[in-house]
Nanobody, 127 residues
Framework: QVQLVESGGGSVQAGGSLRLSCVAS????????MVWFRQAPGKEREAVAG???????NYADSVKDRFTISKDNAQNTLYLQMNSLKPEDTAMYYC?????????????????????WGKGTQVTVSS
């Protein structure tokens, strides 16, 4: 059974940092393409950062140079380091995965291209 469990969310002031984690189980983590999404109230879910099985990364323009996605295959864990946080980063953050094989990049597929989802972790940034 596939499980994705996010943690690390919380409340911070603008300019602060948080590191999100997503522990995965039930599938071949090192063969997955994974993406962090976020959804704010009243807004559509958007892709924030993605990393494929080869380690290629992609970022939304709104978070480039502030967020860093990484993964630890030995620990089956996906990370999102978030620095210089802004109030507009406030959202529920979800990790998602799809098994696409070596080099498969799921970034352009969006939310509909992902097979597995976590339940999310809340990030709130105050001004």
């Amino acid at each position: 059974q596939v499980q994705l469990v996010e943690s690390g969310g919380g409340s911070v002031q603008a300019g602060g940092s948080l590191r999100l984690s997503c522990v995965a189980s039930g599938y071949s983590f090192n063969m997955a393409c994974m993406v962090w999404f976020r959804q704010a109230p009243g807004k559509e879910r958007e892709a924030v950062a993605g990393i494929d099985s080869d380690g290629t990364t992609n970022y939304a323009d709104s978070v480039k140079d502030r967020f860093t996605i990484s993964k630890d295959n030995a620990q089956n864990t996906l990370y999102l380091q978030m620095n210089s946080l802004k109030p507009e980063d406030t959202a529920m953050y979800y990790c998602a995965a799809v098994i696409g094989g070596a080099g498969y990049n799921c970034w352009l597929g969006g939310a509909s291209g992902m097979d597995y989802w976590g339940k999310g972790t809340q990030v709130t940034v105050s001004s």
